[in-house]
Every structure is written in C-alpha cells, then in structure tokens.
C-alpha cells in the first residue's frame, strides 16, 4: 500500500529510536526558553494541526513504529478547547481513519465557530466513508482523496454534530492540502501528493486504471509521475457540492537533469517503490501578496496566483535547487533529498524551505547513488533547511539542529519537517518542527544571520511532527507565546499527542491575535 512519505521516514529509523531511548547514553530533555507545559498522550502518529477560535484540531492516524499492524487507534481528528493554553480540555475524538488526516477548517456562519472541515487522506480505503477499511494501494477499486465535513457550530456546545457531506477523489490521494481563501463564494484547497507507492490511479501502470468507481476522471492525469497538483473546490453555501476542477496545473523542474524526482538516486531503493514522481508536497500560500512557494520534491518553487485563484506554475517567479541533485547548478549548496515544506516572512521577501532527508543521524546523512550529474555519488548532510530571496532565489543562509545541538544517541533522527511564521509582529521568528530534535523558533528577520532563540528537545525520541505558533487566545497568567506541536511520528508508543509550549521571545513586539490558523495558508495581513 502506498507510504506517507513522513511514515517511510518513520519506518526507517523505527528500530533505532527504541534501541537508542533504551541503551544510549542520551542527554535528558534540553530546553532554551521554552517549556513543555501540557501532554495528551494517545500513541499514534499525530499529524497536523488547524485552529479556530479557541479550538485546536490536530489530525492523527496509527502509521508509525511501537504496534504490530492492525493495532493501536486508527485514525481521525482530535478536538482541543485552547481558551486556556496552558490546560487544553479533549472536547470530541472524531473516528476517521485515514493518514494523514491533515485538516482544514472554515466559519461560513462568522460566529467564531468552525462549522466546515476538510480532510486530506492519502491512504487507499475501501470507499470513501469513515468507517471504510484501509486496503492495498495498488486496489483498483480503492478511494482516497478530500473527505469535507460540515460541523455543528453552537458556541456553547460546538462539534456535537461532525457530517461527512461530500468525498473528493483525486489521483495520487491527498498527501496535504493548502487553503485558498480568497474566491467568493468558494473555498479552494490545492492537492499535493505524489507516487510513492502505487494508488488505485497512481504510478507506473495504475495511472490508466479506468475502472475506479471514485474518479470523475479516468486516466487523467495520464502521466506515471502525476506531473499536476489537482484543485477541490468547496462552495461555502453548499459544501455537499465540493469537487475537483477540471484545470489542474502542471508541475514540471526546470533546469533539472533528469527533470524528476528520482527515489532510489536519493537512497530509497526498493520494489515497492515506485521509480519517479513530479509532483509537490506542501505549498504555502500568501495571501496579501498573492505568492505561493512550492515545496515540490525535486525542486522548490514560487508562483504567483491568478486572480481566479489559480496558481501560475508555468512561469515559476523563482527556482531553488540543490548543487548535488541539479549537476551544480543549484543555489543551494550540498544535497537535499526531499523539498518538504516552505514558508513566507511576513512581507514575503524571503522564502523558507526544508528538506525532509532520506538517511539518518542527527544531523542527518545521506548516501546519494552515482548519477551522470553527479558521477561520485557519495554521502551527503541532508535535512536541513534555507533562506532565499522570494524574487530571485538567491541563497541566504541554512540551519540543521544538529548542527548547534547534536545528539549522539542512537536512531536519533532530526530532520526539519513542518513549522509557521510568527504573525503580524515586525521580527521574523519561524517555528518549526525536527522530529527527534523537537520544536524550536528561528530569528530570521536577517535571513543572512540566523539565530535559535528558543527550542524544546525531549529526551523520548517520539518525533515531533507539526509546531505552530497560534496566538489566538493567549496565556491567562505568566508571559509567553503558546506553541502548538504534534507528537508520534517516529513513535507511536511514545505519542505525546498534542503538545503546548510556552515559549519566551524577547522584544517580540505584541503578536497580532488571529481567530484562525491553517497550515501553509498565511492570510492574515
């Protein structure tokens, strides 16, 4: 069945991470201006995290290391009241399964609640519904795809009633999906994924599989690699009537060798696998700028965005790529395995983005296979993440947490993975998410001269996958920011489930207070 890619990272070092917690000599939890003030454990993979109002939504699925398989929860979306962020209360476990889970939410009624949820699964279910059982990737008859939700939204007793009102199916599932709000009307979510493993129209064959009861349209794309990001739309006055548009944006590396993500140059070298992929991961969208930067495997890339919402990937305003996996012609230096995610300032001058890496260690290394472009091969620092102009690409400067804080332990594994800007306050500070090496915040506002001003590193090596800084509502007594995390990637057994810090930032100036967050949509001005 076809992986996460973030559970493969997972698989990887599954087997280390429990040996390392139990026989090395690891340093305790270490910490800089940031305390780990509340816990939910409840072992499985916690993935991403939306807000609204005082609620906190953090998607979860069983995928990583610590159950045999069928065990453990399976899937769905906690549900947090935040109002305190120092004493989250549980108010509903939704049952879903489904990796990833990642949510987005919307208020169609403006009365602070969200009654509107989107659901990315990328993961082959029998059918579309909740309760569906998980089946092989390559199933003909699989679903997976855009699961939307409308929400009872009554402040005093919100999500009482959660509704499945519409599936979206889209070729190569829906790995994550990025809100575009500004459409009239409408809602639109940008689909990223990619063939990992085959999926019912995903890959080397099942891409011309016309049989799949769910696709709207069979055999498109007809390209093994994908190629597109697909586009569901969601009008807000009748959200049953969701579906995918028929443009559907290309994807193409220009500049790169072989013009493709190739796993097995990288190190993933397996049957199960499939050889190739064009396609993206995650896109952040600024809304004030109409910019989207693109974390597309191969390559990361920025667009600008049409006035009808769509994204102009044809003509990328700029291009980074690596110096080892383009021939040297890359701007950034070394090797990145994995274009992962990618994040604004602020203004949207300078664009962050990070490499999730193949290998292992902290800081991570990886042993690239012999190409033409890169005749030596060889093992390569990996995981890591860069600052560049949003305009012209030009490199900036790059950081790796193990780099400042290396861990000796054994399977310890700190790629950079998901993390948010700080929003509405005049420094550039980004949170950001390192697996095993925990949450931290990076003072970017000189994106030449980077500064780790504050981080939470635990000692349990369960993986952190998502850290967002939400202020919405704020601490009722004491100073800080609150930082939200997503905990279990590496393990499950481990699971934290959601995580709050507070963390202290010096002179941050008074952070604007949003009533929502969304992962990768940054549409507050």
């Known amino acids: ?262 796993w097995c140059e990288k190190g993933l070298c397996s049957p199960a696998f499939e050889p190739a992929a064009v396609a993206c991961h995650d896109i952040v969208v600024h809304v004030e700028h109409r910019l989207a930067g693109a974390a597309c495997a191969e390559q990361a890339q920025v667009w600008e965005i049409g006035a009808n919402g769509i994204p102009d990937t044809q003509s990328p305003i700029s291009i980074v790529d690596d110096e080892v996996s383009s021939g040297g012609t890359g701007n950034i230096p070394g090797a990145v395995d994995f274009f992962h995610s990618a994040m604004f300032n602020n203004d949207g001058t300078v664009l962050n983005t990070v490499d999730e890496s193949f290998g292992s260690g902290c800081p991570t290394m990886t042993n690239y296979q012999p190409r033409p472009w890169n005749p030596a091969g060889g093992t390569h620092k990996t995981g890591r993440m860069f600052f560049s102009d949003t305009e012209t690409g030009e490199f900036f400067s790059e950081f790796h947490v193990g780099d400042v804080r290396p861990n000796p332990a054994a399977g310890e594994y700190c790629s950079a993975h998901m993390g948010m800007q700080v929003i509405g306050i005049k420094r550039d500070l980004l949170v950001n998410a390192w697996y095993t090496g925990g949450a931290d915040v990076i003072d970017f506002t000189k994106p030449t001269r980077l500064k780790e001003i504050a981080y939470y590193d635990p000692a349990r090596n369960s993986g952190t996958w998502s850290a967002y800084p939400y202020t919405g509502p704020m601490f009722k007594t004491g100073p800080g920011i609150p930082v939200y995390a997503s905990d279990g990637v590496t393990n499950n057994a481990l699971a934290q489930g959601m995580v709050v810090y507070r963390t202290i930032v010096e002179k941050p100036g008074v952070p604007m207070r949003v009533d929502h967050l969304n992962p990768q949509t940054m549409d507050h001005e």
């Open 1 to 262: 069945m076809r992986q996460s890619l973030r559970v493969l990272a997972a698989t990887i070092v599954a087997l280390g991470v429990v040996a390392g917690v139990a026989g090395a000599q690891a340093p305790g939890d270490q910490s800089k201006k940031m305390d780990e003030i509340f816990t939910s454990p409840n072992q499985a993979t916690n993935s991403d995290l939306a807000f609204w109002g005082s609620h906190a939504f953090v998607g979860y699925y069983t995928g990583g290391a610590g159950f045999p398989p069928g065990t453990g929860p399976r899937g769905g979306v906690r549900i947090f009241d935040i109002s305190n962020p120092a004493a989250p209360r549980l108010v509903r476990d939704f049952a879903c399964d489904g990796a990833q889970n990642d949510p987005i939410l919307w208020d169609r009624n403006g009365n602070g609640v969200a009654d509107l949820m989107l659901l990315a699964v990328d993961t082959t279910m029998a059918s579309p519904e909740c309760g569906a059982a998980r089946v092989p990737g390559g199933t003909p008859t699989g679903w997976e795809g855009v699961r939307v939700f409308t929400m009872s939204d009554d402040p005093a007793n919100p999500f009482t009633t959660i509704q499945q009102v519409k599936s979206v199916y889209t070729d190569c599932g829906a790995h994550t999906i990025t809100l575009w709000p500004e459409e009239p009307g409408r809602l639109l979510a940008y689909v990223s994924s990619y063939p990992l493993g085959a999926g019912p129209t995903c890959g080397d064959t099942e891409y011309l599989n016309t049989a799949n009861p769910y696709d709207e349209d069979p055999g498109s794309p007809a390209n093994p690699l994908h190629g597109v990001i697909q586009i569901v739309e969601v009008p807000l006055a009748n959200p049953a009537a969701a579906q995918e548009l028929d443009v559907q944006p290309a994807i193409s590396y220009p500049g790169d060798p072989d013009g493709r993500q190739e």
